[in-house]
């Protein structure tokens, strides 16, 4: 698989902690990751807004889904993994002509590039589409030690004690945490929670993730593509 390095981790990536920490929001609800989608309108919605390539992107991205429905974890996780590892990488001043936009899945299908996290949201949402449990996943924020540059995988939690795989973009192989020492965690969250971490363990609650206003934006817009209102 051709995996596409990054150009410039640093126009986003690098300004992930500061901008999200600076955006925290005081109060308002976080809407539930698990969404039911509409394949149909999602792929019409597609064909309008992005046109035929992104139309084919959608119905193989739908096909990936239903297909992986009642696999194995470990057989969801590559699959999802794989598919969105032939996307290509992409800053944010490129593709949507902005320096902090996080992209939903619909957004990230539809133009076929995006940065570090538009690669993590759109395996995350994915994974619970397919019935993946939101609970075992998390989005989380690190530093990529071999570009000094801050950075964004997604962490699958199989069971507490035990080290969570790693699904990145920059290595197109899933792997425990253990065996990526060129990543540094520092902070991880879902659809409900925030952690800090100070190691390659769980990390510590430290409240709802729906202070982070990119995050709470995203599940909105997420939402409404998905025809909720």
């Not at 394949?39 to 046109?51: A, D, K, V």
């Not at 510590?204 to 982070?212: A, F």
Request: aromatic residues 14%.
């Amino acid at each position: 698989m051709n995996v596409q390095q990054p150009l410039a981790l640093q126009t986003r990536c690098t300004q992930w902690l500061s901008a999200v920490f600076l955006s925290v929001l005081l109060f308002g609800a976080v809407l539930h990751a698990a969404t039911p989608l509409d394949f149909r309108q999602f792929i019409n919605s597609l064909l309008e807004r992005y046109g035929q390539p992104a139309q084919a992107r959608g119905e193989q991205w739908s096909e990936v889904i239903e297909q992986i429905r009642g696999y194995e974890p470990e057989q969801q996780l590559k699959a999802v993994n794989d598919f969105f590892n032939t996307f290509l990488f992409s800053d944010d001043i490129v593709v949507w002509r902005q320096e902090d936009y996080w992209a939903t899945p619909m957004e990230f299908i539809g133009r076929g590039a995006g940065d570090c996290e538009d690669f993590v949201i759109a395996k995350y949402y994915s994974l619970v589409e397919a019935g993946f449990p939101a609970d075992k996943l998390r989005l989380m924020y690190v530093k990529a030690i071999d570009y000094n540059q801050h950075h964004m995988v997604l962490t699958y939690y199989p069971r507490r004690g035990v080290e969570p795989l790693v699904l990145d973009n920059l290595d197109p192989v899933i792997k425990p945490s253990g065996q990526r020492q060129d990543l540094l965690p520092i902070y991880s969250f879902n659809a409900d929670f925030l952690w800090l971490v100070k190691a390659r363990g769980e990390g510590q609650n430290v409240g709802s993730s729906d202070r982070l206003s990119l995050w709470q934006d995203l599940q909105q817009r997420f939402a409404r593509e998905a025809g909720q209102r």
